[in-house]
């Protein structure tokens, strides 16, 4: 129960840290994170700034070592062994990090920080529309890609490296 309880709380946590780092970002270089918004999106925006998007992929890459890295570090120091343990921890961790996302970025973050969000000559684009924004990008993406394929490769990463 305590595992359960200590596991649950480290991928709150881990979901935590991930939304605020990535809605940073995401206000700090709206026209960099272009190519993680709809595709309808990304055909009427102009071109992002070639640095801004450097230093977003930069950023982005330590969010995500960051975030996996505490769930990975927390679990090394659980008494857990076994593939399907490990594999189960990784999955619940990163599952909550997708939930999180969902509802933290894609839904309520949008809606309240939109203005500050859209990227000029998108406004009329109909897929920042919550409706069209989730059916479009937020509900494919966190209930097919993350679950299918995200969270499993994490649970076999920490497998892996509880290997080494």
């Keep these: 129960m305590i595992l ?14 991930f939304n605020v780092a990535i809605a940073r ?5 709206p026209r960099a994170v272009v190519s993680m ?4 999106v990304q055909q009427v925006a102009p071109k992002p700034d070639l640095l801004q998007r450097k230093k977003m992929r930069k950023w982005l890459f330590w969010i995500y070592l960051l975030t996996f890295g505490l769930g990975l570090g927390t679990t090394v120091y659980l008494p857990v062994r076994g593939f399907w343990p490990l594999f189960m ?7 909550l990090v997708n939930v999180g996302d969902l509802i933290g970025l894609d839904w309520l973050f949008r809606q309240k920080m939109i203005d500050h ?10 897929d920042w529309q919550t409706r069209n924004w989730m059916l479009h990008l937020g509900l494919p993406e966190h209930l097919f890609l993350w679950p299918l394929l995200v969270c499993p490769i994490a649970g076999l ?5 509880n290997l080494l």
């Design 4 to 17: 359960c309880l200590h596991v649950t709380l480290v991928g709150l946590l881990m979901s935590l840290l």
């Design 25 to 29: 970002l995401w206000l700090a270089y």
């Design 37 to 40: 918004l709809p595709k309808q």
């Design 89 to 95: 921890i990784g999955y619940w961790q990163l599952f």
């Design 117 to 126: 969000l859209m990227i000029p000559g998108t406004e009329d684009c109909p």
């Design 157 to 161: 990463l920490y497998q892996v490296i």
